[in-house]
């Protein structure tokens, strides 16, 4: 297979890594400032998590107002907390509104500084050609975003299940799931919504609660918000959440089975990357009995699950909520300083997103739809600083 170079006068000032919502974002700031940058995007579309992963009932969690990305609001027409639907359209006027334009099919392999050039050289396979194209740039952002590759766990026996066993990116609904026995493994807000689906949709639904979770709902999320935005403490913050989740939820342990964790939902974010759980309607279907908790899984035996108290249930379905997992690592050579082996910033907030020799991280703070506004701007400021 051929290494197509792009000489000189095709290099980009800019290459871009990840053509979701941080890498149009940083995209669309760069184009403020007039700076020429190339978006190169692994699927066929942008925003692929949004276009072809998500599940058809979800809304952003936050209020629009904390959602937004540089330069377009949303319009004021919109609902608080946006559907999928409208967000996908948001992306697309955004997109047509800077004239964006990404390469897509193209996965990054090799990513290094070469001293001698004072650029970065980018080895990218083109999944239309099988070519590998060789570009050189000035700047390097990465913006794979926190949710990269699907990750589900070794768990022994899942080859031998014999019901259907996949990850959350594919579930869209629970219409083909009704009356049958779905187990949810993973209590984040995805699981925790896709077990309410399932529900809703007459599913026998279970979902797995191993971790202490913060629970909160939407109102006291915005409350939060609106606090720290104003300079509030986060450890003040926090304490009200507690206070206002204990109120509303009671002793969440008597359905969840596990307790609160010792930080509240903030402390956890900024030290653990830990999402509070918002409940959009979870907790009723639970203390209602409609969804049962169950404990960690040890394994799998065609379709028995056998579960870390020594108990069995069958399940017809399970659905992997677990996560994702990042491979900066895999690619990006030669970075000491700002990216850990699981593709994160070293560098503590505010200052997370700026490493060295014109390396750039967006969206990955942990911090959402805010943060990558926060961080694309601050990039796109940074390399039009150097000039």
């Not at 004072?118 to 050609?129: E, F, I, L, Q, T």
């Not at 677990?322 to 970075?335: E, I, P, V």
Request: glycine share 8%.
């Amino acid at each position: 297979m051929a290494i197509l170079t792009h000489h000189d006068h095709q290099e980009p000032m800019v290459i871009i890594v990840g053509a979701g919502p941080a890498g149009l974002a940083t995209s669309a700031c760069l184009k403020k400032f007039s700076i020429p940058n190339l978006l190169l995007e692994k699927e066929d579309c942008y925003s692929p998590i949004w276009k072809k992963y998500t599940y058809d009932r979800v809304h952003l969690h936050l209020a629009k107002k904390f959602c937004q990305l540089p330069h377009i609001p949303f319009p004021s027409s919109s609902p608080t907390y946006i559907p999928k639907k409208e967000f996908i359209q948001y992306l697309d006027d955004y997109v047509s509104y800077f004239n964006i334009t990404p390469l897509y099919k193209r996965t990054v392999e090799f990513a290094k500084f070469d001293e001698s050039k004072g650029k970065w050289v980018v080895k990218v396979r083109n999944g239309n050609s099988g070519d590998v194209d060789e570009y050189f740039c000035k700047f390097l952002v990465v913006a794979t975003g926190e949710a990269s590759y699907p990750f589900i766990p070794k768990v022994p026996g899942l080859e031998s299940f014999k019901g259907k066993a996949f990850h959350s990116t594919n579930y869209k609904n629970g219409d083909k799931f009704r009356g049958k026995n779905v187990l949810v493994v993973g209590c984040g807000n995805s699981g925790m919504e896709i077990a309410l689906d399932l529900a809703n949709y007459g599913a026998n639904t279970s979902i797995i609660v191993r971790s202490p979770i913060n629970l909160i709902s939407r109102e006291m999320a915005y409350l939060g918000l609106m606090l720290l935005k104003y300079k509030v403490a986060y450890t003040v913050v926090d304490n009200i959440m507690v206070m206002l989740s204990k109120i509303m939820y009671g002793d969440i342990s008597k359905y969840y089975g596990v307790k609160r964790p010792e930080e509240g939902p903030f402390a956890s974010k900024i030290k653990y990357g830990k999402y509070p759980v918002i409940d959009v309607g979870t907790y009723q279907k639970i203390k209602s009995g409609e969804i049962q908790v169950l404990p960690g899984m040890r394994s799998i035996r065609g379709n028995d699950v056998v579960l870390e108290n020594g108990k069995c249930h069958q399940f017809d379905v399970i659905v992997f909520a677990t996560g994702f997992k990042r491979t900066t690592h895999k690619w990006l050579h030669g970075d000491e300083y700002l990216l850990n082996e699981d593709g994160l910033p070293k560098p503590e907030f505010p200052e997370h997103w700026k490493g060295k020799n014109g390396l750039y991280c967006v969206g990955l703070s942990r911090r959402g739809l805010y943060g990558i506004a926060f961080d694309a701007q601050s990039i796109a400021t940074h390399i039009n600083s150097l000039l």
